[in-house]
């Protein structure tokens, strides 16, 4: 079974960009879907991207579709989250989440496989 970590986080200005990394270690990303959500404090878990093993992409609407950009290299065993012009509302700690599906989530409980998170912080 794959472990899931997350890199990539970190303190940027309101404009800047980001770029996320989760990989898998001690297992693989074949015929996972790869999902990322974020939670901010007091908030639910709500979900951002997923890219499915063949790459078919899904994004939460409104707030991150146009600024965001979830890709994946399978041969690397990594997906990636492209974040630009970050908005101080999209502050939250970012987590990976695998499924083994050939199908697009946006819905937590159909990952069973999730990473610690990365905390990403967007100063006004």
């Known amino acids: 079974q794959a472990q899931l970590a997350e890199s990539g986080g970190g303190l940027v200005q309101a404009g800047g960009s980001l770029r996320l990394s989760c990989t898998a270690s001690?297992?693989?990303?074949?015929?996972?879907?790869v999902g990322w959500f974020r939670q901010a404090p007091g908030k639910d878990r709500e979900f951002v991207a997923t890219?499915?093993?063949?790459?078919?992409?899904?994004y939460a609407t409104d707030s991150v579709k146009g600024r965001f950009t979830i890709s994946r290299d399978n041969a690397k065993n990594t997906v990636y989250l492209q974040m630009n012009s970050l908005k101080p509302e999209d502050t939250a700690v970012y987590y990976c989440?695998?499924?083994?599906?050939?199908?697009?989530?946006?819905?937590?409980?159909?990952?069973?496989?999730w990473g610690q998170g990365t905390q990403v912080t967007v100063s006004s």
């Open positions: 989440a695998a499924a083994r599906t050939l199908s697009s989530s946006s819905r937590v409980y159909d990952y069973p496989y």
């Open positions: 001690g297992g693989t990303f074949s015929g996972y879907a």
């Open positions: 890219i499915t093993w063949v790459g078919v992409t899904l």
